[in-house]
């Protein structure tokens, strides 16, 4: 069964422009490297616009677990984006209906 | 710009497989008849099994709008699923990478 990650970042404030910048690239970066990561979308609160949601499905808990060994994994979201928020929240979910 | 909605449903206690089931009939009838639902999935969460997470996105607020008027959305959500209910929280994004 598929299985699907959710991470709410919030921002910090300033910094929203530099970290969608980044997670471009990133989205560029799992979908040629990761085939078994069916979908990767990052969605902007309308409430507050310095969160974001992104929605990340999987294969296969192999295949998340795979993501976060990535270069582009530790490098881009450990390395660049964390600094540049104040809070992430992630939950797992299996992907019962599609 | 696309549109997410995400719904996530605290289910009553006893009635998960019902409202399952009531779903998997809403994600067809939605397949079916609305076009400009670009995805509508349900998750099902690790942590609790009593919530669900919908990802629903559309091609624009527009689309979104004519979901919430279907006789689909009003015979099974509002009539069926949200009383087998003990909470129900929404919100709206823009999708802006995919």
Redo the contacts between chains.
């Keep these: 069964m598929a299985i699907?990650l959710?991470a709410k970042y919030t921002v910090k404030p300033g910094h929203i422009d530099e970290v969608?910048g980044l997670?471009?690239d990133m989205?560029a970066q799992v979908k040629t490297a990761e085939p078994c990561c069916t979908?990767y979308?990052?969605?902007?609160?309308?409430?507050n616009p310095d969160v974001?949601?992104l929605?990340e499905?999987y294969a296969d808990e192999a295949a998340l677990n795979a993501h976060r060994e990535t270069p582009h994994f530790k490098s881009i979201i450990e390395a660049q984006v964390v600094p540049l928020l104040d809070g992430r929240e992630r939950?797992?979910?299996?992907?019962?209906?599609?």
Tied chains: 1, 2.
Aim: hydrophobic share 45%; aromatic share 8%; no cysteine.
């Design positions: 699907v959710t969608l997670l471009r989205t979908l979308r990052v969605n902007r609160s309308r409430e974001l949601l929605f499905e939950s797992i979910y299996d992907a019962v209906i599609s």
